[in-house]
């Protein structure tokens, strides 16, 4: 005669709770380690867009010799973004706020890649048509420290930047004439 087991096997409900609270507490800590690297790679995407647009600046220039006008329609001395304008001084709001950029230098104008609807925050562009200044305030992770930093605002000490240090959240390219706005 066949004999059959009629203890059932598997797991009870004590120990599949410890394990789904075992993996809920190792992803946690995973997300959390990540948090850091994608705020890091938002900071990168910044500096690459920054160059992408200095190329741009330059070669508009090296063709109609002078660099292009600030959008939103605003004169010489005001910054223009396509952010919300906000805290920045003497600041105004459009898509096009680099005039002639556009298709023909570079394929679209950058926005913030997670804070441009901030008021104050994101990308800003001034020109006086013989220099120009195109910068980012956004800056999650990778802060600026000190005057020889490629991305600082100022090379040096003086003009926008009257601190020791320069603006450590914010993100710079400039002609030699803008260095020091």
Same mark, same amino acid.
């Given at each position: ?10 797991f ?25 690297a994608r ?24 063709? =109609?010799?002078?660099?292009? /006008?600030?959008?939103?329609s605003? $004169?010489? %001395?005001?910054? @223009? *973004?396509?952010? +919300?304008? &906000?805290s920045?001084?003497a ?29 104050g ?25 000190? =005057?020889?930093?490629?991305? /600082?605002?100022?090379?040096?000490? $003086?003009? %926008?930047?009257? @601190? *020791?240090?320069? +603006?450590? &959240? ?12």
């Open positions: 005669m066949l004999k059959i087991n009629s203890r059932f096997f598997g009870t409900l004590v120990e599949l709770m410890v394990v789904v609270s075992v993996i809920g507490i190792l992803s946690s800590i995973v997300y959390a380690n990540f948090g850091g705020s890091a790679s938002r900071d990168d995407v910044r500096k690459s867009a920054l160059k992408e647009v200095q190329l741009a600046l330059e070669l508009y220039k090296a063709q =109609y010799g002078s660099y292009p /006008a600030a959008g939103c605003v $004169g010489s %001395g005001v910054w @223009a *973004g396509p952010g +919300p304008s &906000g920045m001084p600041a105004s709001t459009c898509s096009v706020y680099i005039v002639g950029l556009t298709p023909d230098f570079i394929a679209t104008l950058p926005t913030d890649p997670s804070r441009e609807s901030e008021a925050i994101g990308y800003y562009y001034q020109s006086d048509g013989a220099s120009y200044k195109f910068i980012n305030n956004a800056i999650e992770r990778k802060m600026v420290s000190s =005057y020889e930093d490629e991305y /600082a605002r100022c090379p040096s000490q $003086g003009g %926008g930047c009257t @601190a *020791g240090t320069p +603006p450590a &959240g914010e993100y710079s390219v400039y002609s030699s004439g803008g260095a020091q706005w």
